[in-house]
C-alpha cells in the first residue's frame, strides 16, 4: 500500500539535515535521520575537507567559494568536467520496507533535493 500522503512530504522530510559524512568509509554522507544522501567519488579519492566543505555548503552552514563551475547531470554534481558526487536514497524513496512512494513522488522529492544542493553549491 502507498503512502496517501505523499504529496505534502518535502524532501528535508527525508533528506533531514544536517547531513554529515562517514566517517568510517569517508565515501557517504548521511542525513541526521541515517538515511543515506550522498556518494562521493571514491576512485578520484576527493580530500576530506573538500567534501566536508560540501557538506557545511548543503547543510547552509557558509558560504564557500569554489574555484570552478558546479554542474549536475540527473542525481551527479560535476565541478568543471570533474564527477564530485551523486545524491543517494532512491530505495528509501520507493522500497517496500521505507517510504514506498509512487515513482513520480519519489522523483518529485529527489529533485527538489537536487535542486536545494546545487543552489547551495552554486552562490
Not at 527525508?14 to 542525513?31: E, I, R
Not at 550522498?38 to 558560504?63: A, C, H, Q, T
Not at 519519489?106 to 546545487?118: G, K, L, M, P, W
Amino acid at each position: 500500500m502507498k503512502r496517501k500522503d505523499s504529496k505534502n512530504i518535502h524532501w528535508n522530510d527525508v533528506w533531514t539535515l544536517p547531513l554529515y559524512l562517514d566517517t568510517h568509509s569517508g565515501t557517504y554522507a548521511w542525513s541526521k535521520d541515517n538515511v543515506m544522501a550522498l556518494m562521493f567519488n571514491y576512485r578520484d579519492r576527493i580530500p576530506v575537507d573538500i567534501k566536508k566543505d560540501i557538506i557545511d555548503s548543503i547543510n547552509g552552514k557558509e558560504d564557500i567559494y569554489w574555484a570552478g563551475v558546479w554542474r549536475k547531470n540527473g542525481t551527479e554534481f560535476y565541478l568543471e568536467d570533474k564527477y564530485v558526487f551523486c545524491v543517494r536514497g532512491w530505495g528509501h524513496l520507493i522500497g517496500a520496507g521505507a517510504m514506498n512512494l509512487e515513482e513520480d513522488e519519489a522523483q518529485r522529492i529527489q529533485d527538489e533535493f537536487i535542486e536545494y544542493i546545487y543552489s547551495r553549491l552554486s552562490k
